[in-house]
């Protein structure tokens, strides 16, 4: 007798644990061929609200420990992500067709792995560039140091599922910022697989949060979720335009980048600006001698 | 004195009935399910407010630090529609400073005595306490039982004991703690519930837990108590308070509470004559969910003066 196969139910990571909507509601995800190949959570504003009571909760242990521990979880990530390459592979590959299709996702996963090696090694690094020693004319040090932001919030691109969402979180978390990220809502399943992994690799329970689900039901909350210190967003103008009235009136930092605009296989999507983008400075003057 | 005083053994079951521990729990799982919106959810929360002992029973409590806890309890937030809460909730030492800043207002001051949190004193140091706490200025007494004379079978003791302290409380209200975690089941809930209630005069409480151990107030826990009180109630025409204590930390919470009073007590006890809540950070969560009604946003926990550890 054949064998029927279990298929496995796509939860979201939040706070560490799996999780659906608390709605209950959930949303197909078509292949490319069109057929309904899982049902995917429908996040709603409490799921937002949920997670980042828990992503602030997580935030002070994560920005507590030593940069080159942080450096050493975001590099188990990649590690991670190594072992399951085909898994990471065929769920990008969920939308994408043909051979042409499977290449793009294979080098996706590859660019994402070398992201995540690339902040990993600019964790105990950036502060030398960021900070510095101030000179003043008067008895003083002077310097300045930077700090996490807090809660940020992110919502990743359509395309580049993988990539895109990793370019963002990496950046953010690897200064001691915690994440709640909206996945791409075109298919969000890499971002399920993405959950599965980091909640082996040692990235504390809160840090990074996941939510999959509409972005006209969710992009109004987190423009105006007053917890959210800064959001970065990979969006169309309408939202754009909602999440700039919205981070106005909370007074959070907030970056657009228009969607399409950014490619996030170049160089260019990496590097210090995208971690100086969410970090505070703080600068502190010391009297000389005391 | 009815029937309820200095039952012993297995009588006190006869009188009081056990406790249906698997009806309990199904029925409180009920209240977390019901659906509380818009208006009725903001006079939920207010009503929470105003039902707010705002506690701080710490070692390292000091006269500023109860001076900046009373002004929170006069004017919680700005806005003119949320209401001061009921009472602070202080160590005895801390009664005549919490005193000064909220004499002439609506806020009681609330001390623990008896040797909080254990109880384990002499009975003449706990009077003397209680009388201490009293003559300082405070408005109503927290007392605890004597969990080690009630587990040991000595309700007679326990009932006298919490008969002494009323006597020594004069005018101030008093609340007893019966420390439902140390009182491990149901069945004992209860019976602690009556042999307090058959002492305590009108307008007293009887209150969960000190906060200081590791399982404070449920609504499990509540509903035992609340079902005391309304059978007590009924049978006896006398109408006793309810608190309970620690563990309660937000508006969500707070209002499945008021859920069980309302159904089980009915309106009569939503009132903060009735029915506290004793709590430190529950009351910024219900600031911040009254703002977020207000606002239609969610709300920053630093706006809210918890902003200190916050992230």
């Known amino acids: 007798m054949p064998r029927l196969p279990i298929i496995k139910t796509p939860k979201v990571l939040v706070g560490g644990a799996f999780i659906r909507s608390e709605s209950g509601r959930v949303f197909p995800l078509r292949s490319g061929a069109g057929a309904a190949v899982a049902n995917i959570p429908q996040c709603t504003r409490k799921d937002l609200r949920n997670a980042v009571e828990l992503a602030a909760k997580a935030g002070p242990g994560w920005a507590r420990r030593t940069p080159y521990n942080r450096g050493q979880i975001l590099y188990r990530i990649g590690e991670m992500l190594e072992s399951r390459v085909a898994e ?3 769920a990008l590959c969920w939308t994408r067709r043909g051979s042409a299709g499977r290449a793009a996702a294979a080098q996706e996963v590859s660019q994402t792995i ?10 105990d690094k950036y502060e030398q560039l960021l900070g510095s020693v101030n000179p003043v004319a008067g008895p003083f040090f002077n310097f300045t140091v930077t700090e996490p932001m807090g809660v940020v919030g992110l919502i990743a691109p359509a395309e580049a599922q993988l990539l895109g969402l990793v370019s963002l979180i990496a950046p953010a978390v690897v200064s001691g910022n915690t994440v709640v990220a909206l996945a791409s809502e075109q298919n969000p399943y890499p971002a399920i697989v993405l959950g599965e992994l980091l909640a082996t690799s040692d990235v ?6 996941l939510l999959t689900g509409f972005q006209r039901e969710l992009v109004p909350s987190f423009a105006t979720h007053a917890h959210l210190r800064a959001i970065t967003a990979v969006v169309g103008p309408d939202h754009a335009r909602t999440l700039g009235l919205g981070a106005a009136e909370s007074v959070k930092r907030l970056k657009v980048l228009p969607a399409g605009d950014v490619d996030f296989g170049d160089n260019a999507a990496q590097g210090l600006s995208w971690i100086r983008a969410l970090v505070e400075c703080k600068t502190t003057w010391h009297p000389i001698g005391a | 004195m009815n029937a309820a005083r200095h039952s012993t053994g297995l009588g006190w079951r006869q009188a009081f009935g056990p406790v249906d521990a698997v009806g309990v729990e199904e029925r409180v799982a009920k209240y977390t399910t019901r659906s509380i919106k818009k208006a009725s959810k903001l006079w939920g929360l207010r009503c929470a407010v105003s039902m707010v002992d705002l506690t701080t029973l710490e070692g390292k409590d000091t006269p500023g630090k ?5 002004r929170k309890a006069l004017r919680p937030h700005e806005g003119e529609d949320i209401p001061p809460v009921a009472a602070v909730c202080v160590y005895p030492a801390m009664v005549r400073h919490a005193r000064r800043h909220v004499r002439g207002t609506s806020v009681k001051v609330a001390s623990v005595a008896t040797a909080f949190p254990s109880g384990q004193a002499p009975l003449r140091t706990r009077l003397a306490e209680v009388k201490a706490a009293v003559g300082d200025g405070a408005d109503e007494i927290d007392m605890v039982i004597n969990r080690g004379a009630f587990l040991a079978g000595e309700f007679g003791r326990v ?8 006597a020594a409380c004069g005018p101030a209200t008093l609340k007893v703690i019966l420390e439902v975690s140390e009182l491990e089941t149901y069945d004992a809930i209860r019976h602690a519930s009556f042999l307090a209630m058959a002492v305590i005069r009108p307008g007293d409480f009887i209150k969960t837990s ?10 499990a826990n509540n509903q035992v108590m609340l079902d005391a009180i309304r059978d007590h109630y009924l049978e006896t025409g006398v109408a006793i308070g309810m608190k309970p204590a620690g563990g309660i930390r937000t508006a969500k919470q707070a209002l499945q509470f008021l859920v069980a009073v309302k159904e089980t007590l009915g309106d009569a006890w939503l009132t903060n004559t009735r029915y506290r809540f004793g709590a430190s950070a529950l009351l910024n969560d219900l600031l911040r969910q009254i ?3 207000r606002q239609g946003c969610y709300q920053a926990p630093w706006n809210f003066s918890d902003a200190t550890e916050a992230y």
């Not at chain 1, 070398?114 to 964790?123: E, K």
């Not at chain 2, 000190?210 to 449920?218: H, V």
């Open chain 2, 291 to 293: 703002e977020k009604e």
């Open chain 1, 204 to 209: 504390p329970g809160g840090v990074v949060n």
């Open chain 1, 114 to 123: 070398d992201r995540l090696v690339h902040y990993a090694g600019w964790a």
């Open chain 2, 159 to 166: 009932q006298d004991e919490i008969a002494q302290v009323v």
């Open chain 2, 66 to 70: 109860v001076a900046s806890l009373c």
């Open chain 1, 88 to 90: 990471m592979t065929d």
């Open chain 2, 210 to 219: 000190t906060g200081k151990t590791g399982l404070n107030a449920t609504l």
